[in-house]
RNA sequence: GGCGCUAUGGUGCAACGGUUAGCACGCGGCCCUUUCAAGGCCGAAAUACGGGUUCGAUUCCCGUUAGCGCUACCA
């Protein structure tokens, strides 16, 4: 099967050579290698490209040697073609060099392997593709490929070409500005849906003020035609936006897949909670804790006093809400008057606390906040009561009796 | 060097001959508050420069400058 494509692209090389659009070229690969200063008598930094090639009007082949076959570009005129980004776009055929189409061949070779520029064409033409829609680093390969398509009797497609993006430092985005491939994106925990979005408004916007579109919208929003041609930078600050926009407005149910999904690969994940009552509780859990994630993994790390009973206390938490040398005892009185409550839900849970604060003549917000780094190991969690809730009485009262001789050693 | 493309705040986009040049991210402040987010309000911040065309230019034309792309027997 490779071995017809290679056939295909010989055999299209060999047209252009039969109806007078190519020839052989006997120069050695030496002769255009090494960029700018190909040219004989050059003077540094003045050089001009070779753009004709000496073999085009039929040399006498050197014995021993194996052409490769270069594309006859025409002397004069302009090659055009539709861009549906760029417009109507126009080259002077006198700045298009001969660009060869097929290397020379190997050992017992007749010719070699194809170049860029043959191989697309033939593969489109092959593919019946009707729009080419790439980057825009390639709008100067587009007159060499129409007076391909010409050459090989087909009609050119209508292109569009898409601003580069480019990084910070306003190079093209590559290796040393981090993460260059879509599923680099993924692994750091954003959600497809808010990569799309971003990245479909980083060259492109409906026409007005709108910003937060779905893939449906998208959809029916998006046009060729008011993709905007000036190169983008890559703004991660934005991307991170999105992404908490996202998991806050996704519906519930659209979430929660993806969450499992980086819970399974962090290793919390629980089949119980993948039907009935443990999916109602999953589902709740996730949404109480969504406002506050920015990232997919920040479920396992920074929320995992919510799925694991392993978790540890944040020293800096800890430092901050349990300084004041009351707090072991309260956390202790608290924990024995949560174990004694009839029932267990929000207003339970706060009237009781309250009181206790009451009682005790604290501010409740002292009491909160140290319950808070006692029942989920850190200074930042979703509102205390609706916490306690989701986590469940036995195991808000275990680990208010853990901590307070902690909060003791602490204090 | 040649050829091409582009040029609105730090960033991404609006305004496609007439607006106090709009929105969003980010940044600063205030409000809300039980931590932290979210949310609400306010603020600083831009038409690269120079010529034209026009009653009128961010918008059209030319030049300059800058950035990017292409300039391989790479893709």
Redesign the pocket.
Known sequence: DVYKRQELYRAAAKKCLANGNAFL?Y???EK??G??H?EEGAEA?????VVRCTCRDGQPSPPGTKP?IRFKVPTSGKTTFLDLV?GE?E??NE?I?DF?LL??GQDNEEF??P???LSVVVDDIDMRITHVIRG??????TPKQVLLYRALDAKPPIFAHL??I?GPD???LSKRHGATSVSMYRDEGFLHEAFQNFLA?????P???V?FMRTADLLEKFKLE?V??????F?K??LE?FN??YL?KLPIENLVPQVQQELRRSGLWKEEWSAGAGLQWFTRTVDLLR??VRLLPDFSAWSRAFFSDEFTIDPAAEAKFWKDPKVPDLLAKLAEALAALPEWNHDAC?HALRALAEAEAVK??LL??AT?VAIVGQ???????DTMVVLGRERVVKRLRAASPAANASA
Not at 136 to 141: K, L, Q, V
Not at 379 to 385: D, N, R
Request: charged share 25%; hydrophobic share 35%.
């Open positions: 070229c120069c050695p690969p255009y290698a960029g700018d190909a930094g003045q050089v001009r490209r490769a760029f776009t080259f002077s700045d060099e060869m290397r020379s070699g392997q170049m860029y520029q825009a680093d390639h709008i100067s390969n601003p580069l480019l306003r190079k093209r408004l980083l060259g492109w916007a026409g007005g003020d910003e008011g905007s041609r000036t190169n983008g930078v703004d600050a934005k936006w908490t926009q806050q406002p506050r706060d409740a917000g909160i906040n808070r200074a930042v969690a979703p509102p205390l009561f």
